[in-house]
């Protein structure tokens, strides 16, 4: 099955094209890796897949919908991690988990269980009743992973996960990223890290000028080659094209 599909999708701003002709697909179980430079339309994508933002042209659906038409079914079925989004200042993460929870219409005791689950799995328990804005930006983020997996979402589209994390949470949030996928759900990660996208994801694509322009598998690499001097090969060629 697949998780999300893209054909065509177009968009700028006002004489900027941030996309310029996207075709993406991705499978169900895939934890797939959206690599490109400053500018390249990763947040550009993310926003209209996420049913944020418009495209253009083009077509899209994601987990089954299509984020223009009905953007509130996609955003039910997904987890939406942002980058550089705190939770809200004035609510502690136990209060700001309920209030996702409602928006959600998540049961109070799957809300806590989750919680629990959580706070424990990225060390933040001792925090749950901190107001959010006396939270460390490590903190804060492990607040931000938590309510993007609080309902289990089958597809999660996460920008940056690992900034501010400790190597230690990094690892264990790593590990389950991987175990998450292999139970069959889909993980949609825009990052800068081409070392973190070599050892975790299964596929890669990489974005130029509002264009894929490759995709590769980590698993395919030859002995001595590394990702991102293949990432940077890619947006080389790519450049020279424009
Ligand atoms: N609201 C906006 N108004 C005008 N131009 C915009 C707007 N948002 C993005 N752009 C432009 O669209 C292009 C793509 O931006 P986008 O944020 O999608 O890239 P990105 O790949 O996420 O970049 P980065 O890695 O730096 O976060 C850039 O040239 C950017 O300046």
Same mark, same amino acid.
């Given at each position: 099955? &697949?998780?999300?599909?893209?054909?065509?999708?177009?968009?700028?701003?006002?004489?900027?094209?941030?996309?310029?002709?996207l075709s993406l697909s991705v499978a169900d179980g895939e934890l797939f890796g959206f690599l490109g430079p400053n500018g390249a339309g990763k947040t550009t994508t993310i926003k209209i897949l996420?049913? *944020?933002?418009?495209?253009?042209? %083009?077509?899209?659906?994601?987990?089954?919908?299509?984020?223009?038409?009905? $953007? !509130?079914?996609? #955003?039910?079925?997904?987890?939406? !991690?942002?980058?550089?989004?705190?939770?809200?200042?004035?609510?502690? $993460?136990?209060?700001?988990?309920?209030?996702?929870?409602?928006? #959600?219409? @998540? =049961?109070? +005791?799957?809300?806590?269980?989750?919680?629990?689950?959580?706070?424990?799995? @990225? %060390?933040?328990?001792?925090? !749950?009743?901190?107001? +959010? &804005?006396?939270?460390?930006?490590?903190?804060? *983020?492990?607040?931000?992973?938590?309510?993007?997996?609080?309902?289990? $979402?089958?597809?999660? /589209?996460?920008?940056?996960?690992?900034?501010?994390?400790? $190597?230690?949470?990094?690892?264990? /949030?790593?590990? /389950?990223?991987? =175990?998450?996928?292999?139970?069959?759900? &889909?993980? /949609?990660?825009?990052?800068?890290?081409?070392?973190?996208?070599?050892?975790?994801?299964?596929?890669?694509?990489?974005?130029?000028?509002?264009?894929?322009?490759? &995709? #590769? #598998?980590?698993?395919?690499? =030859?002995?001595?080659? +590394?990702? @991102?001097?293949?990432?940077?090969?890619?947006v080389d060629a790519a450049a020279m094209e424009a």
């Amino acid at each position: 099955m &697949t998780a999300l599909d893209v054909r065509d999708l177009r968009r700028s701003y006002g004489d900027v094209t941030a996309l310029a002709d996207l075709s993406l697909s991705v499978a169900d179980g895939e934890l797939f890796g959206f690599l490109g430079p400053n500018g390249a339309g990763k947040t550009t994508t993310i926003k209209i897949l996420t049913g *944020q933002l418009t495209p253009d042209g %083009g077509t899209a659906e994601v987990a089954g919908a299509d984020p223009v038409e009905h $953007p !509130l079914d996609v #955003r039910e079925r997904i987890g939406i !991690l942002p980058e550089q989004e705190s939770p809200p200042s004035f609510l502690t $993460p136990r209060e700001y988990f309920q209030f996702v929870g409602d928006v #959600r219409d @998540l =049961d109070e +005791s799957r809300v806590a269980e989750a919680t629990e689950t959580w706070a424990d799995r @990225l %060390g933040f328990a001792e925090k !749950l009743d901190t107001l +959010s &804005t006396d939270l460390s930006r490590g903190q804060q *983020q492990k607040v931000m992973i938590t309510q993007a997996f609080l309902h289990d $979402p089958g597809l999660v /589209f996460i920008d940056e996960p690992l900034v501010n994390l400790d $190597p230690i949470v990094q690892e264990r /949030f790593k590990a /389950f990223l991987t =175990d998450y996928t292999e139970a069959g759900n &889909t993980v /949609f990660l825009s990052t800068h890290d081409i070392d973190v996208a070599e050892d975790l994801c299964t596929r890669v694509g990489v974005l130029s000028g509002g264009e894929l322009v490759a &995709t #590769r #598998r980590p698993s395919d690499l =030859d002995e001595g080659e +590394s990702l @991102l001097d293949l990432f940077l090969e890619d947006v080389d060629a790519a450049a020279m094209e424009a």
